[in-house]
């Protein structure tokens, strides 16, 4: 089964749950999906991992899980969402892109359509932008057809 790295903030009780809704419908359209806020381990055992071993921060951690997880999975899907892009989630999108993986967004936030444009390295790395759910769960079921 081909896996979906689900790229985008989890900061707040809102980006989770929206996170939560949008990888289930991943999952509905026949992926796999790793979600870090789910699949990433809780922060405060990684925490107490790295406390017991002294040549390995917490930070170096999680950036060694992130990309064990990002070099397994098979696509990205960027959430778009938010006044501002995510800077680990750009991050996740360049290392993505440069490894040849197929690399989708989801943007269904009005604040930032107006000229339609992103930055300019963040659009083009992306394959296409769904603007809402529908448009979202289409991409997905055609990418499960190939």
């Known amino acids: 089964m081909k896996k979906v790295y689900m790229a985008g903030p989890l900061f707040n009780d809102m980006e989770r749950e929206r996170n939560l809704k949008i990888d289930a419908l991943i999952r509905d359209a026949g992926f796999e999906t790793y979600l870090p806020q789910r699949d990433g381990g809780i922060v405060a055992k990684m925490k107490e991992a790295a406390l017991q071993d002294e040549f ?64 300019l390295m963040i659009e083009k790395s992306l394959i296409k932008i769904a603007k809402d759910e529908n448009e979202l769960q289409q991409i997905f079921t055609e990418l499960g057809k190939e």
């Open 56 to 119: 390995d921060s917490i930070e170096t951690k999680i950036f060694k899980l992130d990309i064990k997880q990002l070099d397994e999975c098979d696509y990205l899907l960027f959430l778009l969402d938010g006044a501002v892009l995510d800077d680990g989630s750009c991050f996740e999108l360049g290392y993505m892109y440069s490894l040849g993986k197929k690399c989708f967004g989801y943007k269904s936030d009005l604040r930032n359509w107006g000229d339609g444009k992103l930055n």
